[in-house]
């Protein structure tokens, strides 16, 4: 059946046959909804503790990564929580009461589903670990991949306070590279500073492009760009001989009907050719073969001591920390007024009226 079950409360999750039974939203109290899974797929089904937000969130909500997608349907990308049910073959990789991380569409939610092949083991449920699932993972595969980085080249990292940001700082330093990031206030520029970053700009304190003319005349060698627009365009001309420029998003725009930001193309050809400079595009699903790999360079560097992943639950923001389901609009609010200083995490207590 594929209607509505009815549960004693504090019932435990069960399988029927190749069905899991989870609490659903809109659900009558005190009852479950089946969900057909299969027993060929490896599932675990993590009580999600802490959700990532990221940028492209809106971009999926207005339907730009798959039109196909029609409302209503599940939102959020990454999460870390705890496993309470496992799948006919997840019982061979993982138990019950495991912390594990995922990047799986549908993570704002108490309770979702998981593929265990894309589930992580972790050492415990902190929001440290789900800033590198998304954020970490893309600036570590881009700058490998794209970025050539070697010591003495000097990097720009456009948002470098942000949520992906933070990391690209980190990796181009521990690369002995020299590393100017942009930011919106002094606070930012602080943190920046102590995460090795050489030469921070405030933006709102100083011209971007005025600072790179005049202290970096040849130009930098990389760009990690995810500002796009009128950013876009000043790192474009801050090339160095031979730059490269890495576009990982253009946040500046995502918020427009289009989702894009306008950017000076019809000069773009001629500046790369002057320069022989570049400029690739990176998206994390199509490097999904280098994802688990740089995962655990990760996990490592930050149990090393070797990587600061900084998190930001909201406390500055006006309502105070982002704290439930209801708390996701403002946590995205609050990333697009750029009043974050690294990962932007929601927690997700135990719901009090599940009866999983």
């Known amino acids: 059946s594929l209607g509505w079950s009815w549960e004693q409360p ?10 899991l039974w989870r609490k659903e ?4 109290a005190g009852c479950s909804c089946p969900l057909q899974v299969g027993s060929c797929l490896a599932v675990a089904e993590p009580v999600v503790r802490f959700a ?16 196909s997608v029609k409302t209503p349907f599940d939102a959020g990308f990454e999460g870390v929580g705890e496993v309470v049910a496992l799948g006919l073959s997840a019982s061979a990789a993982f138990t019950v ?51 050539g980085l070697s010591e003495g080249k000097k990097v720009l990292v456009t948002a470098a306070a942000g949520g992906t940001g933070q990391f690209a700082v980190q990796l181009a330093k521990k690369a002995k590279c ?19 970053c050489d030469r921070p700009i405030n933006y709102n304190a100083e011209h971007v492009g005025a600072v790179l003319r005049q202290e970096y005349p040849q130009g930098v060698d990389v760009v990690y760009e995810s500002v796009g627009g009128a950013t876009f365009d000043l790192a474009v001309d801050a090339l160095a001989t031979r ?19 306008p950017v000076k193309a019809a000069t773009l050809p001629a500046k790369l050719l ?40 909201g406390i500055l923001s006006a309502e105070g920390r982002f704290i439930g389901l209801e708390s996701v609009f403002r946590a995205i609010d609050y990333m697009y007024m750029r009043k974050n200083t690294g990962k932007i995490v929601i927690e997700l207590p135990p719901s009090v009226n599940s009866k999983l």
């Open 274 to 313: 002057k320069k022989s400079a570049s400029v690739q595009g990176f998206f994390l699903n199509h490097y999904l073969p280098e994802f688990r790999g740089a995962m655990d360079h990760l996990l490592k560097m930050y149990a090393g001591g070797e990587l600061v992943c900084e998190v930001d639950t």
């Open 178 to 196: 020299h590393v100017i990031g942009t930011c919106s206030s002094a606070e930012k520029s602080a943190f920046l500073k102590s995460v090795g």
């Open 97 to 147: 009461g495991q912390a594990v991380a995922y990047v799986a569409p549908g993570s704002f939610a108490e309770y979702t589903v998981v593929p265990a092949r894309v589930a992580i083991p972790v050492p415990a449920l902190k929001p440290e670990y789900l800033t590198l699932l998304v954020s970490g993972t893309t600036a570590y595969i881009s700058l490998k991949e794209l970025g």
């Open 243 to 261: 730059g490269r420029l890495i576009v990982i998003g253009f946040i500046s725009g995502y918020q427009t009907p289009t989702g894009l930001s």
């Open 52 to 67: 990532g937000v990221n940028a492209s969130d809106i971009n999926y909500s207005a339907g730009r990564y798959d039109p």
């Open 25 to 28: 939203a809109g659900a009558p």
């Open 10 to 19: 504090g019932h435990e999750p069960r399988r029927l046959g190749n069905v």
